[in-house]
């Protein structure tokens, strides 16, 4: 039972240049979430998915956009890379979804990026 | 809007010494409560969490902590740590709402010394 695999777990990119993280959960869960790690600021939330078919903008969601490709896949694209997208990113899933949930989201192994 | 507050960002102890980690969040409504950890280079793990009944949760490798409705507190306790607890522990909040969105403090990175 792999849980929630992301891919790649590092990578380097120049400013302007695009890329996609991926996520995939096999637990079948409902939630997707992203979230950035950067030090001292705890995890913020980016973008999330309540459901398949729909996403909504967290917390911090400018410069990136999702795609919620199915009940599995939840990706998380950079448009145009800039320095202060250098973080880690954490992708999570939870069984939770419409009304009260106090079920544990569950959390990938990250991917470090690092924008030049 | 919602927010969590952990003070204690970052702590040394000695092993075998108790561990305190604060966690003060604002909602005045029902919420559910979690404590995250994570060990170096590793994703978050569930440590514990806290939803309705006891206000005092027991979680894995000795964890517990204790939910004060009336100091909107959620703090982490452990009578005697180890070596292998140097991780950072985060405090995350879930208002209930449709979403199951979590609101994360800011981390406390816990340091023991053998």
């Known amino acids: 039972n792999a849980g929630v695999t992301q891919t790649p777990k590092f990578q380097v990119l120049k400013t302007g240049q695009s890329m996609t993280l991926q996520c995939a959960q096999d637990?079948?869960?409902?939630?997707m979430y992203w979230y950035r790690q950067d030090p001292g600021m705890g995890l913020r939330l980016i973008y999330y998915?309540?459901?398949?078919?729909?996403?909504d903008k967290g917390e911090v969601p400018n410069g990136y956009n999702v795609s919620r490709l199915n009940k599995r896949e939840f990706s998380l694209r950079l448009e145009s890379a800039a320095p202060s997208q250098t973080s880690v990113y954490f992708c999570?899933?939870?069984?939770?979804?419409?009304?009260?949930?106090?079920?544990?989201?569950?959390f990938g192994d990250g991917t470090r990026l690092s924008i030049l | 809007a919602q927010s969590v507050s952990q003070h204690n960002h970052h702590v040394i102890l000695s092993e075998a010494a108790s561990l305190e980690l604060g966690c003060n969040y604002s909602?005045?409504?029902?919420?559910?409560l979690f404590w995250y950890v994570q060990y170096p280079g590793q994703h978050l793990q569930l440590l514990l969490k806290?939803?309705?009944?006891?206000?005092l949760v027991k979680g894995i490798k000795g964890f517990e902590a204790e939910f004060i409705k009336s100091k909107f507190s959620f703090n982490l306790r452990k009578p005697s740590v180890q070596w292998s607890d140097t991780a950072e522990y985060f405090c995350?909040?879930?208002?209930?709402?449709?979403?199951?969105?979590?609101?994360f403090g800011t981390g406390t990175l816990l340091a023991v010394q053998p």
């Open positions: 909602y005045g409504g029902t919420v559910n």
């Open positions: 999570a899933s939870s069984e939770g979804t419409g009304g009260y949930s106090n079920q544990p989201q569950h």
């Open positions: 998915s309540a459901s398949e078919g729909t996403t």
């Open positions: 806290y939803f309705s009944g006891d206000p």
């Open positions: 637990m079948n869960h409902n939630s």
């Open positions: 995350a909040v879930n208002d209930g709402g449709a979403t199951n969105k979590l609101i």
